[in-house]
């Protein structure tokens, strides 16, 4: 909760943390048709250069602080907290963080005292407020012409999926992207055999299942919405679908790793 609020910091600024004019509509068009044109998520055409290291490098001492106080770190807290004190390229971790560089992720964690996967989370924790916006302000047209398993923001695979009108739709719950995709293909290893496709089903509850690929054991919960009763709030279809994953692990089926 703490790192929400923080993170509610750059997402109150008009620029969400970057040099932006978000009432330049160019901006966004332009990452629309280069995406749709390569079949790349956005995340790939960001010019790290647009992030405000002013903004955001004193949100990413924040983040560090927080994280120290819960003792997750898994290093030396007194180690972190002096480096912290240390001017940090957070450019740099940005422009690493979008390419998937993980040479330079781990080398700034290994300077930190810190495990990679949590430096990646903190800075991931700085883009999201920024891709949140792009997948409000993008094309919705885009959304329906995606049709592929990885979000067409930040390119991560989704767990959760909602069905409107017999349309699956993935959500991914870092950015908020709801995006279409066919209704019997596997997120995971695209496999299209309705033999091989299955899902299973909880008592009482029909608005919710499992959908899971018999050839790579791979799962994704589906929120059926024309049967629900009470909506389920954007961004907590994960949270609020916990009993699912049970059942799936359970039943030996893996989770989809984003």
């Not at 300077?111 to 302000?137: D, H, M, N």
């Not at 409107?164 to 695209?190: I, M, P, S, W």
């Amino acid at each position: 909760m703490k790192i929400l609020k923080v993170q509610l910091e750059i997402d109150n600024t008009s620029t969400k943390g970057t040099k932006v004019d978000w009432s330049d509509t160019q901006f966004m068009k332009d990452l629309e048709e280069r995406t749709l044109k390569a079949k790349k998520p956005v995340i790939y055409f960001l010019d790290p250069s647009i992030f405000d290291s002013n903004v955001l490098y004193p949100i990413f001492k924040k983040i560090i602080k927080i994280l120290i106080e819960r003792e997750t770190t898994g290093g030396s807290p007194g180690k972190f907290l002096n480096l912290i004190n240390e001017k940090i390229n957070i450019i740099e971790l940005i422009e690493a963080t979008l390419r998937e560089n993980d040479s330079v992720i781990t080398i700034y964690a290994e300077k930190l005292g810190v495990q990679p996967p949590l430096l990646l989370y903190i800075i991931s924790a700085l883009i999201q407020p920024l891709l949140e916006e792009i997948a409000r302000k993008i094309d919705p047209s885009l959304y329906d012409k995606w049709w592929q398993a990885s979000c067409p923001i930040c390119g991560r695979i989704p767990n959760v999926a909602r069905v409107r009108q017999r349309k699956r739709y993935l959500v991914c719950t870092f950015c908020g992207a709801e995006y279409l995709y066919d209704n019997f293909t596997c997120v995971h290893c695209e496999n299209k055999d309705p033999y091989t496709l299955k899902f299973l089903t909880i008592d009482g509850k029909p608005e919710f299942q499992v959908d899971f690929c018999v050839k790579c054991k791979h799962y994704i919960k589906v929120i059926d919405e024309e049967p629900l009763k009470d909506a389920i709030p954007k961004g907590l279809e994960d949270i609020m679908t916990l009993d699912l994953d049970l059942i799936a692990n359970g039943e030996g089926l893996v989770r989809l790793s984003s």
